[in-house]
């Protein structure tokens, strides 16, 4: 990595898949996330996007209220909501014209974010306007009352 090089910039350009866990096959968002955390910060999220959203369907959100990302990313999943995005923290959000949480993303910079969706490889977006329009909750890593 050379000196102007961000150390997020590594995972741009992994292809999107529903529930993927593989920056070849394709990863999803959560699992992204995961993947971060495990290279970044070492550390093993327990669990993945399949454990708490089991439709296969790449337009799952379309087909469900339940709001899956918003229930991962709670205390018993090992989240703390906090007011502002922190490094590394986790924002919740719902895209489109759903009421359902279907995307998350990691916070890696001053308003920068680090995704990947349906359509889309991994890129770094400008946490501004657009994406904070439909966020619900940002969230810190905080594995003390993990209860899965």
């Given at each position: 990595m050379s000196t102007d090089e961000k150390w997020y910039e590594k995972y741009v350009g992994?292809?999107?898949l529903h529930l993927g866990n593989d920056i070849h096959e394709g990863?999803?968002?959560?699992?992204?996330?995961?993947l971060v955390y495990r290279q970044e910060l070492s550390i093993d999220i327990p669990y993945d996007t399949s454990d708490f959203c089991d439709i296969l369907d790449e337009q799952w959100y379309n087909k469900t209220h339940d709001r899956p990302f918003e229930k991962g990313a709670t205390l018993r999943y090992g989240w703390e909501k906090t007011d502002v995005p922190e490094i590394y923290g986790l924002i919740i959000m719902t895209i489109g014209s759903t009421n359902c949480a279907n995307h998350c993303s990691i916070y890696v910079d001053k308003n920068k974010m680090l995704q990947t969706m349906l359509n889309h490889s991994s890129w770094i977006a400008p946490y501004g306007r657009y994406y904070k329009q439909y966020t619900i909750g940002t969230y810190k890593w905080n594995p003390v009352h993990m209860k899965i």
């Amino acid at each position: 990595m050379s000196t102007d090089e961000k150390w997020y910039e590594k995972y741009v350009g992994f292809p999107y898949l529903h529930l993927g866990n593989d920056i070849h096959e394709g990863i999803d968002c959560f699992n992204l996330v995961r993947l971060v955390y495990r290279q970044e910060l070492s550390i093993d999220i327990p669990y993945d996007t399949s454990d708490f959203c089991d439709i296969l369907d790449e337009q799952w959100y379309n087909k469900t209220h339940d709001r899956p990302f918003e229930k991962g990313a709670t205390l018993r999943y090992g989240w703390e909501k906090t007011d502002v995005p922190e490094i590394y923290g986790l924002i919740i959000m719902t895209i489109g014209s759903t009421n359902c949480a279907n995307h998350c993303s990691i916070y890696v910079d001053k308003n920068k974010m680090l995704q990947t969706m349906l359509n889309h490889s991994s890129w770094i977006a400008p946490y501004g306007r657009y994406y904070k329009q439909y966020t619900i909750g940002t969230y810190k890593w905080n594995p003390v009352h993990m209860k899965i």
